[in-house]
């Protein structure tokens, strides 16, 4: 029994932005995989070398722990990117190159020769900056996205655009579609064109062919792409803020 619509409460659930705690702990979760897996696989090297009549537990533990820990995180941190345009995948895989680096360094120390292994930790830190960067680079082009955007939907000539093909048949399933959408407009000079955007598509708001909404364009320029603005593209972006 319950006075709300569990329907409605489910859509809400599924909708929230994601906390900055959980991002937090998915990415601790990222590295400690990344960590123990840098260090199993850096280790087993070593442990095959010393021709052990026991083998080394630590290292038999560390690397099927690290890969879950790895395969796990990394599927959440897939559900988290989808729910805020703030961060990328870049981050998550920031994470667990550095703790696989880290791992592999502390590897290292118990070679009797450990460049090898060293550099691979060392390659590994390289590429985790190289994915941070990007991911700083890719938030800071969708925020530049948005501004632009917002700044077409003031300033741009408004217009009644048509989904031409929605992209899709039917639900199977899941609940979400993610297709490209095309729309049709007629510019100012009569002229009918036709722009095509990806969206996020929910089984509980469906589009049809035929569906009108709004679009602003730049009347100077109506074949640039990048200043037309589709309203209901705009509501339903690939990834929420």
Avoid at 6 to 21: D, F, G, K, M, Y
Avoid at 125 to 154: K, P, Q
Avoid at 210 to 228: H, K, M, S, V, Y
Wanted: charged share 20%.
């Amino acid at each position: 029994m319950s006075t709300v619509d569990p329907s409605i409460a489910r859509r809400l659930r599924e909708s929230r932005r994601p906390s900055t705690v959980r991002v937090v702990v998915v990415l601790l979760l990222l590295f400690v995989g990344g960590l123990l897996a840098g260090y199993g696989w850096g280790s087993f090297g070593r442990m095959i070398d010393a021709e052990l009549d026991v083998p080394d537990v630590s290292i038999l533990i560390a690397i099927p722990v690290g890969m879950l820990l790895l395969i796990g995180s990394s599927i959440a941190w897939g559900a988290i990117v989808i729910k805020r345009s703030d961060i990328g995948i870049m981050y998550g895989n920031a994470a667990s190159l550095a703790g696989g680096g880290v791992g592999a360094l502390i590897a290292s120390g118990s070679y009797p020769d450990p460049a090898v292994v060293a550099i691979i930790g060392v390659a590994l830190l390289v590429l985790a900056v190289i994915c941070l960067a990007l991911g700083g680079w890719a938030a800071a082009t969708r925020r530049r996205r948005a501004r632009a955007d917002e700044e077409t939907m003031r300033t741009g000539t408004l217009a009644t655009a048509t989904v031409s093909d929605k992209g899709y048949t039917v639900f199977h399933e899941s609940n979400r579609i993610l297709t490209t959408v095309t729309f049709t407009f007629t510019d100012r000079q009569g002229v009918q064109r036709w722009v095509q955007r990806m969206m996020t598509i929910n089984a509980a708001d469906p589009i049809e062919n035929g569906q009108e909404t709004r679009l602003w364009f730049d009347a100077a320029n109506p074949g640039n792409d990048r200043a037309i603005v589709v309203e209901l593209a705009h509501r339903s972006p690939l990834r929420v803020n």
